[in-house]
C-alpha cells in the first residue's frame, strides 16, 4: 500500500516509513526514524534523533518526540524514543529522548492517551492502557504501570512510580511514589482511597476490591504498619493476588528515599 504524505514534508531519505503511513503537511522527520504501518502524523510533527513508532498510532500538531534530554549532563550519545502500537499524542506533546543515566531510552507502550501539552521527560517508562490528561509533566525517569490515569496539570517528581490502576488528582503535586489500586490527590499528592471507579471498570471480582480496601484501610487509616497488615489479611484469606502486589509496592517504595523507591537509581 502507498505513503500519503502532503506537500511542503521534510522527510530525510535515510527515514524507515512503512506502508500505510500518513504524513500531514510541515512534519519534519529526521534520518533515524521508523514509523509503523497505519500511523497519522495530523500535520506540524517533528520527529528526531533515534525515534521508532509502532503501527497505528495518532500523532496530532506541534508534537516534538525525541529531542534532546533537558538534563545538563546529557553528553550527546544516540538516545533513543520506543513508541509501541496503537497510540493517541494530541497536540503539543513533547517526548524527550533518553538520557546516558539509566539504558538511554524513554519507552511508551500500547494503547495509552497522551492527551494535549502532556510532557514526557527522558527515561520516562510508560506501560499499557494510561491516560495523561492536559498539561501533565512527567519529570525524567519516571515510571507509570499500565491502567494508571493522571489528571490535568499534574507533577510527577523525577524517579517517581505511579502504579498500576492508580489514579492521580488534578493539580496534584506528585512527590512520592504513588501505589497501584489508589487514588491520590493533592499538594503533595497523598492516597485518599482505593481506586474502585479503575477497578469495577476493569472487571475486578468484588471479593478482591474489598480485599484491597481492606489492605487500605490497614495500611493507611489504622496505620498497622506492612508486615502487621500481611499477617491481618493473610489470617482473613484476603492476601490475593492484587494485594500482594500492593504490599511489595508500599515495601519498595519504603526501601527507597523520600517516599520513591527508584531513587536508589539516582546515587547509582
Known sequence: MAIHVADQVSIDPRAEIADEVSIGPFCVIGPNVKIGRGTYL????????????????????????????????????DTRVLIGDDNIIRESVTINRGSEKEEGVTQIGNSNFLMAGCHVAHDCRIGNHVIITNSTLLGGHVHVHDHAILSGSVAVHHYATVGSYAFVGGLSAVRCDVPPYVLVEGHPARPRC???????????????????????????????????AREILNGKGELNLHVNRLLDFVERQQDGAHGRGRERRRAA
Request: no cysteine; net charge negative.
Open 194 to 228: 482505593i481506586n474502585i471507579v479503575a477497578l469495577k471498570r476493569n472487571n475486578f471480582e468484588q471479593a478482591e476490591i474489598e480485599a484491597l480496601s481492606e489492605a487500605y484501610r490497614l495500611l493507611y487509616r489504622a496505620k498497622v504498619g506492612l508486615e502487621n
Open 42 to 77: 495530523h500535520s506540524g510533527v517533528t520527529l528526531m534523533g533515534h525515534v521508532e513508532l509502532g503501527e497505528n498510532n495518532q500523532i496530532y500538531p506541534g508534537t516534538v518526540i525525541g529531542g534532546e534530554p533537558q538534563d545538563v549532563s546529557y553528553g550527546g550519545t
